[in-house]
């Protein structure tokens, strides 16, 4: 699993080509050790799903071209990671179905799972953890030293708490908005991309406040960064 997953995450061009090829000429052009891999892969599948020994792969010929498909498949959809390749295979072995899933039908668990594994939760999960955030937040020194369950939940968190307080959300806004920013931190993931830790933040103020509150706002931050006070 790890050798196709490297093949992957290099993306060799030319073999992924070959691969994808519908010809039978091309397929025999396929590197041997590619082709190895694939067949690991599938071994691996057909473990999981035995019915399509008899059933999607009767014919050598649709098990050869299946595996061109898949790998084409991978390259297309970014999936290219160990982990990403292991949550798939995780959700393959929970399926109910003894059915061979279609690629892309793989693939959608090789994201989901990578989501899931990013720490990220469902929308009411995440509504709880904004409320728990809520009662639970002063107990702590700041923001960045609450026990959160990743750097995802944090920036999420903090964000709809901010929002929730400065814009007055009810209960179903407050769902709305989390729905819309767990699918933003959704393609974050599923785009690779590094979720930094928890950092000091300046809070947004989301409505006016008074120059006396304003003031006060001011040197509290002062106090969090260890900021020196303005002389008067």
Request: charged share 25%.
């Amino acid at each position: 699993m790890s050798n196709l997953t490297r093949i992957i995450e290099n993306r060799d061009g030319s073999a992924l080509a070959r691969m994808a090829g519908s010809a039978p000429e091309a397929v025999k052009m396929v590197n041997p050790e590619a082709e190895k891999l694939v067949d690991a892969l599938f071994r691996n599948l057909k473990q999981v799903f035995p019915a399509a020994v008899n059933t999607t792969f009767r014919d050598p010929n649709d098990e050869v071209a299946a595996k061109r498909q898949w790998i084409a498949a991978f390259a297309e959809n970014g999936i290219r990671s160990r982990e990403q390749i292991s949550a798939g295979m995780q959700h393959a072995r929970a399926s109910e179905s003894p059915f061979w899933p279609s690629p892309g039908k793989f693939i959608a668990w090789c994201k989901q799972g990578a989501i899931r594994a990013s720490g990220l939760p469902d929308t009411a999960e995440l509504y709880d953890m904004v409320m728990d955030y809520a009662k639970r937040r002063g107990l702590y020194a700041g923001p960045e030293a609450f026990p959160w369950s990743s750097n995802a939940a944090y920036w999420m968190v903090t964000k709809l708490y901010s929002e929730m307080r400065g814009l007055n959300l009810s209960e179903s806004e407050l769902l709305k908005h989390c729905g819309k920013e767990l699918a933003a931190m959704a393609k974050r993931v599923e785009a690779n991309e590094p979720i930094p830790a928890p950092v000091v933040q300046i809070p947004k103020l989301h409505i006016p406040v008074s120059n006396e509150k304003g003031l006060d706002k001011i040197a509290e931050l002062r106090a969090k960064l260890n900021m020196p006070r303005k002389p008067c």
